[in-house]
């Protein structure tokens, strides 16, 4: 049985303001794409890499992302849809029989460890659905829609979601299927397969992953990787 990883990068730059999608601006001279896969790449658990890439830059991608960094593990590079979560489907369609655990994470987090992966790997062969999180450290209030506050809720049991997300190949692909069935769109794959009635785990990740979005990201990448530099 295998491990695939599907690796979401179908994004535009509409909140960077930049004519160069977000997944191929350069940090340290290497497109943010290339930066992620090669984490995959070394990681000894994944098996496969599915990447999903707007229709446009299929051949782009290819030559430019998955040859030129000799990712050899990408054995499928697919057309991504209109929202992240139609993306990921078109990956989770493309599965095979032979796929054991999906590990599906955003490509424009190139800080993630090798560590990391494994770790999500192993969780989910035992527990079926893992998220990565942190710690929410700030104070969160909840708030009408005149912006007055409600209620200060209890940090304690909150947590930032990331990605790497794993999962059992049965439990992603029915939280799909049920999310679709009933027209639903969540804000993560986790939060699909909560949806079903499973538990999901959620293990502690690092507050250095972070997803690459804004200008403010892009700043804050820079230093990321000069520090792993030293």
């Given at each position: 049985m295998k491990t695939v990883a599907i690796i979401p990068a179908a994004g535009s730059s509409k909140r960077m303001q930049n004519n160069v999608s977000k997944q191929y601006l350069l940090l340290d001279g290497v497109?943010?794409?290339?930066?992620?896969?090669k984490i995959f790449q070394?990681?000894?658990?994944?098996d496969e890499i599915f990447l999903v890439v707007p229709g446009t830059d299929i051949d782009y991608a290819h030559e430019h992302i998955v040859e030129r960094y000799a990712i050899s593990k990408v054995s499928n590079i697919l057309a991504g849809g209109k929202e992240r979560q139609d993306s990921v489907r078109n990956g989770i369609d493309a599965l095979g029989g032979d796929h054991d655990i999906v590990v599906i994470h955003d490509g424009v987090r190139p800080f993630i460890s090798e560590e990391l992966v494994h770790e999500a790997i192993q969780e989910a062969s035992?527990?079926?659905?893992?998220?990565v999180g942190v710690p929410v450290k700030d104070t969160v209030k909840s708030v009408d829609r005149h912006g007055i506050v409600v209620s200060t809720l209890d940090r304690n049991h909150l947590w930032l979601t990331q990605t790497p997300q794993a999962f059992e190949r049965d439990v992603i692909k029915k939280a799909y299927e049920a999310a679709y069935r009933d027209n639903y769109y969540g804000t993560d794959d986790a939060s699909l397969v909560e949806r079903i009635g499973i538990k999901v785990m959620m293990i502690r990740?690092?507050?250095?992953?972070?997803?690459?979005?804004?200008?403010d990201d892009i700043m804050l990448a820079e230093i990321l990787t000069r520090r792993l530099k030293k």
């Open positions: 497109p943010v794409l290339a930066r992620t896969l070394r990681s000894p658990g994944i035992r527990a079926r659905a893992v998220t990740g690092s507050y250095d992953n972070i997803k690459i979005t804004t200008k």
